[in-house]
């Protein structure tokens, strides 16, 4: 028993050092635009606290250890969500950040996420933020959105961001329906859950960026060969996306379904793959777009009027489609557009 209260004061000791100087980290933020941050951040140190203070008032041993483990649970996850401000910090030295961070915005504005998401410049396309709490089953309810494009890709392929902010969004999106068909289904594994996660990502973000999405996740994906085990395979996906466009009224043009190659035996050994219609029928109920197809005769070069996101990024893939050699007059075009959106916003 002696041991165990040695143990336990020590560990005591040790997350109250940890709280203290999280607390330091979240006091030294002192920038409006992470605002929202700032209010996560204290709400999750809080969050801690009462788990340790928890533990201080029980004497079983047991019981001591989860409040614990779940007081260094949150601050952990606070750690890398502190990691990745670091890194969002360092994006605001970005020339191109400017562009980035109006883009997210009218992005997750389509969407209706709040608060606006903290966009990065990193290594590849992910999301993070306060909805991975929740799948720990951590309670939280200041809500906070990180998400990160590829430095390396040009703003031709930024609609591939839209799935990831649709990451964020799931949390809000009601799917009782989607997950009674799945539970009869008996597709119960988490990786099944995870598959169809990631479907419902896919459709929300063609339903907002159109053709434009389905044609960067093909030349993106397409030389990684078979997906991991928690994505869907990308015959499937490809098929799902394309279904989903169509029925939402976009126009797929003959340039983009002429590259388009789908394995049906090979989507359809998906294991998800009973749900297909459904994910679709979640995805155009759980969000309204307008959709425009005047893309089709927007000339991205001489044009100079307002138009929408999506508009832009179709009138560019499709320019991409005819002449791949023209990638960066493309790029810089719509570099163009979003910095002159972004300065007029």
């Not at 951590?138 to 839209?162: C, E, G, M, R």
Request: glycine share 2%.
């Amino acid at each position: 028993m002696e041991t165990d209260e040695t143990y336990f004061l020590n560990s005591k000791k040790y997350i109250e050092e940890k709280i203290y100087n999280a607390r330091i980290e979240i006091a030294n933020i002192n920038d409006s635009f992470l605002s929202a941050f700032v209010e996560h951040g204290n709400e999750i140190i809080q969050k801690a606290s009462e788990k340790l203070s928890d533990a201080t008032f029980t004497k079983n041993p047991t019981t001591r250890k989860i409040y614990h483990r779940t007081s260094l649970l949150y601050l952990d996850l606070l750690s890398q969500q502190i990691e990745t401000l670091r890194l969002a910090e360092a994006t605001r030295n970005d020339s191109r950040w400017k562009i980035l961070e109006y883009f997210t915005s009218e992005t997750a504005k389509q969407l209706g996420l709040n608060p606006m998401p903290i966009p990065i410049f990193g290594s590849t396309y992910y999301a993070t933020g306060s909805f991975v709490y929740s799948s720990y089953r951590l309670d939280v309810t200041k809500h906070l959105y990180q998400v990160s494009v590829d430095i390396n890709d040009s703003a031709l392929f930024w609609p591939l961001l839209a799935h990831e902010l649709v990451h964020c969004k799931l949390g809000q999106i009601d799917i009782t329906n989607l997950e009674k068909k799945i539970k009869e289904c008996r597709l119960i594994d988490e990786t099944h859950q995870r598959r169809v996660k990631e479907s419902l990502c896919d459709c929300i973000a063609a339903r907002i960026f159109g053709p434009s999405f389905l044609l960067a996740f093909i030349t993106m994906s397409w030389a990684f060969g078979p997906s991991a085990e928690e994505y869907p395979n990308q015959d499937f996906r490809i098929k799902l996306i394309l279904e989903t466009l169509r029925k939402s009224g976009w126009s797929v043009p003959r340039e983009f379904t002429n590259i388009i190659n789908i394995n049906e035996k090979l989507s359809e050994k998906e294991e998800i793959h009973p749900l297909f219609d459904n994910i679709i029928e979640m995805a155009i109920k759980s969000t309204t777009k307008n959709i425009d197809n005047s893309f089709l005769k927007f000339d991205l070069f001489s044009s100079a009027s307002r138009t929408s996101l999506d508009v832009i990024f179709n009138a560019g893939w499709l320019e991409f489609i005819k002449d791949p050699e023209k990638i960066r007059d493309i790029s810089e075009k719509i570099r163009e557009y979003l910095e002159r959106r972004a300065g007029s916003s």
